[in-house]
């Protein structure tokens, strides 16, 4: 029962290179988050999903990309890395509706230098 | 907009302390609320939930009520162990249904 996976775990990037990150539920969930965790920040949600070929913005979105070509997986894109998006990424899915909760993925530590 | 707000941290408790976290939210309607905890190196995990009005959410040994007229849930428990050492985020789920909104974090950390 593998829940919510994140690739990679860890990734050092030079600034300017582009990377994507890949997350993939098992669950069957309508809703995908990318969120990025940062010290005295809490979560804060960059891009999000309701449903496959559907995604929409969040708090942070500037300098990500994410598509939702399959159901069970949510790519976020960096085209061209800063040190300012050096940071952990969580991944989490969710069913659809008001009281449903988020599973979480383990996180991508990434740092760009 | 929609946010969470909670007491910063760190909070330093020894073993067996009552603790209280609080946390206070803005939010149109009705949204339900949520506590996660957070171990380290992992991700995060739900810890309890209320979905209106004064009901209260329990596990493991802490509870939050969820108290519309003050717009609060705050997280209580008895007695902490040092089991209990992570960082808990209080998160709102807004009533369109979608994004989970989240706090900046509150850091325990409880010695023997």
């Known amino acids: 029962n593998a829940g919510v996976t994140q690739t990679p775990k860890f990734r050092v990037l030079k600034t300017g290179q582009s990377m994507t990150l890949l997350c993939a539920q098992d669950?069957?969930?309508?809703?995908m988050y990318w969120y990025r965790q940062d010290p005295g920040m809490g979560l804060r949600l960059i891009h999000y999903s309701v449903g496959e070929g559907t995604t929409a913005k969040g708090e942070v979105p500037d300098g990500y990309n994410v598509s939702r070509l399959k159901k069970q997986n949510f790519l976020l894109g960096l085209e061209s890395a800063a040190p300012s998006q050096t940071s952990v990424y969580f991944c989490?899915?969710?069913?659809?509706?008001?009281?449903?909760?988020?599973?979480f993925g383990q996180g991508t530590r990434l740092t760009v230098v | 907009g929609n946010s969470v707000t909670q007491m910063e941290g760190p909070v330093t408790l020894s073993e067996e302390a009552f603790l209280t976290i609080n946390c206070t939210y803005t939010a149109t309607g009705y949204p339900s609320l949520f506590w996660y905890v957070q171990y380290p190196g992992e991700g995060l995990q739900l810890l309890l939930k209320?979905?209106?009005?004064?009901d209260k959410g329990s596990n493991k040994g802490f509870e939050a009520t969820y108290r519309k007229e003050t717009t609060s849930f705050h997280l209580e428990k008895g007695s902490v162990q040092v089991s209990d050492s992570a960082v808990y985020f209080c998160a709102l789920k807004e009533q369109a249904g979608t994004a989970l909104i989240f706090g900046k974090g509150t850091t325990l950390s409880v010695s023997s």
């Open positions: 669950m069957n969930h309508e809703y």
């Open positions: 989490a899915s969710s069913r659809a509706g008001l009281n449903t909760e988020a599973f």
């Open positions: 209320a979905t209106k009005a004064d």
